[in-house]
C-alpha cells in the first residue's frame, strides 16, 4: 500500500496485534520504521468491552426457573389445603401472601393485616411460644398423632415442599448409614492409583480393623487438622511410597474436613506452573461459591477426566459427611435442628454470663454476638477473637476445648439455616412429611388423596415433593406457546401431546407432556457441529470412534527405540509404524482401561522385539487416553458384540444417549427406543459419561 509520508509516497504495511477486548495497530515502512502523520507516529490501540460468554445469563436463567417451579409446587399446596383453610380462617392465605407489607407503606396500605400469621398478636404468641422454631412444629406433628390446627399442618407441609433438599441420592436413604466406609476407601485407593500412576488392580490402602472414619472426621473435640491428621493415621498401608502416600491421604482428608483442598498434593501434580498451582490450592468444599470456584478449576485443562471426576466423588463424600455431622445420633432433621437450636441457646446463656463476669458491657456482648453471627468474614473474624479473649480467662478442660473448637468452625452459635442445609437429600425430609400425612390424615382426608401412575396409587402431596421436572423437558411452556404470546422461544423445546392444553401438574405430566419427542428435541439443541467437516454433528468426548481416534493420536507422538537380534532399528527413536500401533491398540488398549509405559514396551517385545524403549509420552509412566467407552460397553455386551462393526451405529447412538441423559430412568426409556434393553445397563453407564 501506498501513503504519504512528508512529500513523498512510501510503501506501508499495516500491523495489527488483535485481543479479545482491544485492537494494536501500526503503520511500517519497508525498512519496517513507524511511518509519521501530521506529527504524530502512526501506532495505538482501540480498547473496548471484551465478548461475554453466556455462563451469567444461563446462570440467572436457571435460578428463575427454579424459583419459579419452586412457586408452582407451592400454588398447588395453596389450592389443596384452600378448602378446609377457609372453612377455619378465610384471610389465612391472604395474610401469608401480604405478610411482607409494611404499616408505613401507603401504597399497600390495603393489604397490611398487622403482621399476624393467626387471628390475632396473642394467638401469635402463643403458637410461637410452643414451637419456637418450625422444626418443633414438624416433630410434633410427626409425634403426636392427635388432631391439630390446619393451619399448623399447613405450615408444617408448606416449610418442607419448600425447603425439600437435593436429589444427588437415588432410590431410598438409610440415614443410619450414610457415610459408607468401604465406600470411601475404595475413593482412596482410586485417588492413589492416579496420582502414583499405579497398576488398575492394585490397592494401596486399606481400612485398620473397626475404624470408623465418619466418627473420626466429625469428633468435635478435635478441630480440623486433628481430625484430618487422626484420620490419616487410622489407614493402613499396603504397598507404594509411604512417605509420599501419608502426604496424600492428610491432604484427602484435610479437604473432606472442610479445610483446602490441595489438588496439587492430591494428585501429586509435581511438574504444574506456579501459578497454575496456585489456582489448583484455592478450592474449599464449604465455600459458598464451590459450584463456580470448581467448574473454573476444571476449565484450567490440568486435571484429567478421572481427576476431575474424583473431585466430584470426594464431594459427594464431603456432603454425606456434612449430613452425618447434622443429622448426629438422630434419623430424623427435625430432631438435629432441635438440638442445633438448643446447643445455640445453651452456647449463648453460657457466654452472656462470662461476659458478665468479666463486667462486658451488654451492648458490647450483643455486638460481639452478632458479628459472629455475620455472613461478613472479617466481620466473624474479629468477633472470634473476641470471644476467644473471654475464653482464656477461663481454666483450661474440656469443655474450653470443645467451645474453642466450635468457635474456629463456626459452631459455637449453630444457626437452623445454612449452606450445610443443602447437602440433606429430600428422603429425609420425605420421611417427615409422611409421617405427617399419616396423622393428620385421619381428621383431614384430603392429605391422604391419590393419583394413579402406571397402575400405583401415590399420594398427591408427596409426588409435590418427589416431583422434579426432567431436565430434558425443560420449561413447561412449549414453543409455540412463546411464541403466541410473542415471548422468546430460543429456550423452550418442550413439546405437548396431540390435544392436550390444558395446564401441567405433577399429577397429569405424563398425559400432557410428550417426554420422547422433548427428549429428542433436546439432544439436538446440545448437538453442535463439527467445525471441520460442516454438515457433521460432533461426537460425544466418550464416543468409540472419537476414542481410538485419541488413542491413535497419542500413538503417533510417541518414539520408540528397539534392537532386533543385534541391531538396533533406530537410536534416533523412530516413529511407531502402522503394524505396531495396530498390535498395541488391539492387544493392549482393548485388554486394558489404563496402558502403562511398561506395558506398552513388553507386548512390543513379544513379537520379535528387544529392548525397546519409548518416549514423548505427556505422562512419564502411562498413556493418558484409554478405550475406557470399549470396555464398559464390553462388560455389559460382551466383546463380539461390540466388535461386530454391524454395530457400530447402535453403540454409537447408545454413547449420546448416555452423554446427554444423566438420570437412569430416562436413559433406559431412551435406550428402550432404540431397541436395546438389558439389565443393569442404565447404571453401567450413569456415571461414566
Known amino acids: 500500500m501506498l501513503a504519504l509520508e512528508g512529500d513523498n509516497l512510501v510503501n506501508y504495511a499495516v500491523g495489527l496485534d488483535l485481543g479479545n477486548g482491544s485492537v494494536g495497530w501500526c503503520a511500517l515502512n519497508e525498512s519496517y520504521r513507524l511511518i509519521r502523520a501530521k506529527g504524530k507516529e502512526l501506532i495505538g490501540a482501540r480498547l473496548f468491552n471484551p465478548a461475554n460468554t453466556a455462563e451469567d445469563r444461563r446462570m440467572h436463567r436457571t435460578m428463575r426457573r427454579r424459583l419459579s417451579r419452586r412457586r408452582w409446587r407451592l400454588r398447588m399446596l395453596d389450592g389443596l389445603f384452600m378448602p378446609e383453610l377457609k372453612a377455619v380462617d378465610s384471610n389465612f392465605l391472604v395474610r401469608r401472601k401480604y405478610s411482607w407489607v409494611h404499616k408505613k407503606d401507603q401504597q399497600n396500605h390495603e393489604n397490611w393485616y398487622a403482621g399476624v400469621l393467626f387471628d390475632s398478636q396473642a394467638a401469635d404468641k402463643e403458637f410461637y411460644a410452643k414451637y419456637p422454631t418450625i422444626y418443633h412444629l414438624r416433630k410434633a406433628l410427626m409425634e403426636d398423632t392427635s388432631k391439630h390446627d390446619i393451619r399448623e399442618v399447613y405450615l408444617a407441609v408448606h416449610h418442607i415442599l419448600k425447603y425439600r433438599g437435593n436429589f444427588l441420592t437415588e432410590g431410598d436413604l438409610n440415614t443410619d ?51 484430618a491428621e487422626a484420620a490419616a493415621d487410622a489407614v493402613d498401608i499396603l504397598e507404594g511410597d509411604s512417605k509420599l502416600i501419608t502426604k496424600i491421604l492428610k491432604a484427602v482428608f484435610k479437604a473432606i474436613v472442610g479445610n483446602a483442598v490441595d489438588l496439587v498434593q492430591i494428585f501429586n501434580l509435581t511438574d504444574v506452573d506456579k501459578e497454575i498451582a496456585k489456582e489448583l490450592k484455592k478450592l474449599n468444599f464449604t465455600s459458598a461459591t464451590y459450584d463456580d470456584d470448581v467448574q473454573n478449576i476444571f476449565g484450567l485443562g490440568v486435571l484429567s477426566d478421572e481427576q476431575t471426576e474424583l473431585v466430584t466423588k470426594l464431594y459427594e463424600f464431603y456432603s454425606k459427611l456434612v449430613l452425618k455431622r447434622i443429622l448426629g445420633s438422630y434419623t430424623t432433621f427435625s430432631d438435629a435442628q432441635i438440638s442445633s437450636y438448643e446447643a445455640h441457646k445453651q452456647n449463648l446463656a453460657y457466654f452472656t454470663a462470662l461476659a458478665a463476669q468479666q463486667n462486658v458491657e451488654k451492648k458490647a456482648f450483643s455486638r460481639m454476638y452478632e458479628g459472629l453471627l455475620s455472613s461478613s468474614e472479617e466481620t466473624r473474624k474479629a468477633a472470634k477473637k473476641e470471644f476467644a479473649t473471654l475464653l482464656a480467662a477461663v481454666p483450661e478442660d474440656a469443655q474450653r476445648k470443645d467451645f474453642e473448637n466450635a468457635l474456629e468452625e463456626d459452631r459455637l452459635f449453630p444457626k437452623q439455616r445454612t449452606s450445610d442445609n443443602g447437602v440433606v437429600p429430600y428422603q429425609v425430609h420425605l420421611q417427615e412429611l409422611h409421617k405427617i400425612l399419616q396423622n393428620q390424615g385421619q381428621y383431614y382426608p384430603f392429605l391422604l388423596d391419590t393419583y394413579e401412575v402406571e397402575g400405583q396409587q401415590l399420594n398427591k402431596i408427596e409426588s409435590l415433593l418427589k416431583f422434579r421436572v426432567p431436565y430434558y423437558v425443560g420449561p413447561l411452556v412449549s414453543p409455540e406457546d412463546m411464541q403466541a404470546n410473542g415471548d422468546n422461544a430460543e429456550n423452550h423445546w418442550m413439546v405437548r401431546k396431540e390435544g392436550h392444553r390444558e395446564a401441567i401438574t405433577p399429577w397429569n405430566f405424563n398425559e400432557i407432556v410428550d417426554k420422547d419427542a422433548s427428549g429428542r428435541k433436546f439432544i439436538t439443541r446440545l448437538t453442535g457441529s463439527d467445525t471441520f ?61 489404563s496402558v502403562t509405559k511398561k506395558a506398552a514396551e513388553q507386548c512390543l517385545m513379544k ?55 444423566e438420570d437412569r430412568g430416562p436413559l433406559k426409556h431412551q435406550l428402550s427406543l432404540l431397541g436395546v434393553m438389558c439389565t443393569g445397563f442404565g447404571s453401567a453407564f450413569r456415571d461414566k459419561f
Open 533 to 593: 467437516l460442516f454438515g457433521e454433528s460432533t461426537l460425544p468426548q466418550h464416543s468409540l470412534l472419537y476414542e481410538e481416534y485419541m488413542v491413535l493420536s497419542e500413538l503417533n507422538n510417541v518414539r520408540m527405540s528397539a534392537r532386533v537380534a543385534n541391531h538396533y532399528e533406530d537410536k534416533k527413536r523412530q516413529r511407531l509404524r502402522y503394524e505396531e500401533e495396530q498390535i498395541l491398540l488391539n492387544e493392549l488398549f482393548k485388554a486394558k482401561k
Open 177 to 227: 448409614d450414610v457415610f459408607d466406609d468401604a465406600e470411601f476407601m475404595e475413593l482412596l485407593n482410586e485417588i492413589l492409583r492416579d496420582a502414583l500412576r499405579a497398576e488398575e488392580e492394585s490397592e494401596c490402602v486399606s481400612a485398620r480393623t473397626g475404624t470408623v472414619y465418619s466418627d473420626i472426621l466429625n469428633n468435635s473435640r478435635m478441630n480440623r487438622t486433628g481430625r
Open 607 to 661: 513379537h520379535g522385539m528387544e529392548d525397546v524403549h519409548l518416549f514423548g509420552l505427556a505422562d512419564e509412566k502411562k498413556f493418558v487416553s484409554s478405550l475406557s467407552t470399549y470396555h464398559d460397553l464390553c462388560s455389559v455386551l460382551g466383546r463380539a458384540f461390540v466388535d461386530d462393526p454391524k454395530n457400530q451405529d447402535l453403540l454409537e447412538q447408545i454413547v449420546e444417549l448416555q452423554t446427554v441423559f
